[in-house]
């Protein structure tokens, strides 16, 4: 069964300082996987979309990486801001069935002033 | 990208009646799909609605629960009907982009059922 499993469920930082998250995934076979930013009340926006070939791939203070073959990725935050406070989605893509897209549970960050 | 827009934001239903959400694309779009997200839990695919054809449905979701419209290439609704309280949650519409594996979502309408 895929599965796509996100740690840790929530954090809490203060601003300024850097976080990872991390997102552990079983669908095979592989063909991409996202990191998306969900505001509370909003639906998600896509922060990196990274395939089998990438390893790294950055959006401003977001970079996310990713290894193939341990089936692991992270997402780092550097300087956190108040803004950044949101849930944390990843979100891995199958070749088969259509691309069926995969969510994690997420990972809920709360940046503290 | 795209611009997703669903009407109602929210709205607050008593069980036992049906709501419609609308999800108005700015583009054409060939797939939208519907989502569900329930409080404290990450999405799940409800269908897939496709133009000129009925949708097709994800396991434990059924048309007569769920009936959704495709009646053009900007446009869909979902019908959620016969609700109880279990079907409290955030609908979300999303399109697929014209870019390879871009994938955009509405804001969402939350649902609470009382």
């Known amino acids: 069964k895929n599965q796509v499993e996100q740690s840790p469920q929530s954090l809490i930082i203060l601003e300024g300082k850097n976080c990872t998250l991390q997102?552990?995934?079983?669908?095979?076979?592989?063909?991409?996987l996202r990191w998306y930013k969900q505001d509370t009340g909003r639906g998600p926006v896509s922060l990196t979309i990274?395939?089998?070939?990438?390893n790294t791939k950055s959006n401003g203070r977001y970079t996310a990486t990713l290894d193939a073959d341990t089936k692991q990725s992270s997402l780092h935050i550097t300087a956190s801001q108040l803004s950044d406070s949101a849930s944390y989605i990843c979100?891995?893509?199958?070749?088969?069935?259509?691309?069926?897209?995969?969510f994690g549970g997420g990972t809920r960050l709360m940046v503290k002033p | 990208s795209a611009v997703i827009s669903q009407k109602p934001s929210r709205d607050i239903c008593q069980r036992g009646t049906s709501l419609t959400i609308q999800c108005q694309v700015d583009?054409?779009?060939?797939?939208m799909f519907w989502y569900r997200q329930q409080p404290g839990q990450s999405l799940t695919l409800i269908a897939t609605?496709?133009?000129?054809?009925?949708?097709?449905?994800e396991s434990g979701f059924v048309i007569d629960k769920f009936p959704i419209s495709r009646p053009n290439l900007t446009f869909s609704t979902l019908t959620v009907s016969n609700m109880s309280p279990e079907d409290s949650s955030i609908y979300l519409c999303?399109?697929?982009?014209?870019?390879?594996?871009?994938?955009?979502f509405g804001p969402g309408t939350r649902l609470t059922v009382t």
């Open positions: 999303s399109v697929a982009g014209r870019a390879n594996y871009e994938q955009y």
């Open positions: 990274m395939t089998f070939s990438e």
């Open positions: 583009s054409q779009v060939t797939m």
């Open positions: 609605a496709n133009q000129g054809s009925e949708a097709t449905y």
């Open positions: 979100v891995v893509s199958g070749e088969s069935a259509g691309n069926m897209l995969t």
């Open positions: 997102c552990n995934y079983t669908v095979s076979p592989f063909s991409n």
